[in-house]
C-alpha cells in the first residue's frame, strides 16, 4: 500500500492506495469520529462492493442508502434521499458519511456531509478510475442545475481516501477511458514527463495492468495533492484542473446530463481548448497532434458533438454560465507546451468563434 498526503493544516488527510483495501476495518477506524456510519452508493455499485464495504465499518452502528445511478441524478432532488436518511434515521452532529461509488457518488456525499448539520466528518472510497485520480482528491463537492455542472455545492475536505485499485476490475472500457481524460489532464497542466510516460504507458492501462494501473493513479494523485494544498479553494493554480472542463461541462449539460461522460467531454473540450491555444499562436501544430493522438489512442473523443446537436450560440450560452466566469468575460485553461497550462480571458473573441465552428 502506498499513502500520500493532502497538506492542509487541521484539515490534511492521507490517501491510501492499494490492492484488497475496501474490508479493511483497521485502516478506516481512525478516521470514523463518532458511532454512526452512512455508506452511501449506487444500484450499481451496491451490488459489487456494499457488503465488503459494510464489514469496515461493522464495529459502528452503520447503515446504508442506495441511490440511482447516472449522472442524471446528481441533484437536489437525489440529495434529498440521503438527507431523509440522515434526518430519518436520527443520525447526530458526530456522524460519518462513506462515499462509495465514482465520480458523482463522491460529489453528492460530500456534498451531503457539507451541509448535513452545517458539516459532518466523510470518507471518500471511490471505485472509477476518474474518482481514484481526480474527484475522491481535493475537497469539491455538489450536484449539477439543468443550466450548469456543479452549479451548487461546497469545499469541504474528506477525513481519508480509501483508493482500493482492485475495483477497476469491474470497470466497463468505456469508464476507464473517461477516467484516462482526467489522467492525460495532469500530464498536460503541469507534467510533461507524466505525459511521455503516458504516450509509452498507453496500451498497459487500456489492459488494465496493475502495476501501471498504479502508478498512474499514484502520479495523478501526487500532481492533485499538491495544486490543492497551494490553492484549497481555486483563488489561481487550482483552475488549472479546468483544462478543457468550460467546453466539456456545455457539452455534457447540452447534450443531456449522461449522454457525454464526464471524462469524455473533457477530452473533447481539451482539443477545444488545444485549438484555440493553436490559433492563437500559443501551442505548435505537432503539439496539437500528439495531443489528439494520444486522446484517441485512449479510445475518447477528440471532437464535440456536431453544430447540429449543439451550435456555436448553445455552446456560448452554457459557457457563459462557467463559475471561472469574472465580469461576464469566459475564463478559458489554454496550454503554451505540453506540460504548462495558464488561465487566461485575454483571447480574442473571434478565435474562440473560430474554434467552435472550426474544431467538429
Ligand atoms: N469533485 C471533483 O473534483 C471532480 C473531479 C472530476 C470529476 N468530478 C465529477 O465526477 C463525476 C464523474 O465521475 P465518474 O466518471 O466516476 O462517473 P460515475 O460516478 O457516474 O461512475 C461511472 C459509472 O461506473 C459505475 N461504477 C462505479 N464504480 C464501479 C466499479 N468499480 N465497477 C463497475 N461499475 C462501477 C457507476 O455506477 C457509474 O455507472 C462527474 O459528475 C464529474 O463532474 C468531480
Ligand atoms: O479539483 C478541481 O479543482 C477540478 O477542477 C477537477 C475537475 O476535474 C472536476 O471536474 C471539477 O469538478 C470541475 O470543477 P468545477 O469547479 O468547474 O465544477
Ligand atoms: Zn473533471
Redesign the pocket.
Known sequence: MKTLHVDLDERSYPIFIGQGLMGQAELVKPYVKGKQVLIVT?T??AP??LESCEKAFAEFDVHSVVLP???QY?NLQTLNLVFDELIGKRFDRSCTLVAL???????MTGFAAAAFQRGVNFIQMP??L??QV??SV?G??GVNHPMG??MIGAFHQPQCVVIDTD??N???DR?LS??LA?VIKYGLIVDEPFFEWLEEHLEKLLARDPQTLSEAIERSCQNKAKIVALDEKEAGLRALFNLGHTFGHAIEAGMGYGNW???EGVSAGTMQAVYLSKLMGLLSESDEVRIAKIFERAKLPIKPPSSKQMNNKQFLDLMAGDKKVQAGKIRLVLLKRIGEAYVTSDYPAALLEQTLTEWR
Open positions: 449506487n450499481t455499485v459489487l462492493y445511478d447516472g449522472e446528481k461509488g465514482g465520480g458523482v457518488i463522491g460529489d471505485t472509477t476518474l474518482s481526480d474527484s481535493g469539491k463537492t455542472k456543479n475495483t477497476l469491474t470497470l466497463e469508464q473517461a477516467g482526467e461522460l464526464h471524462g
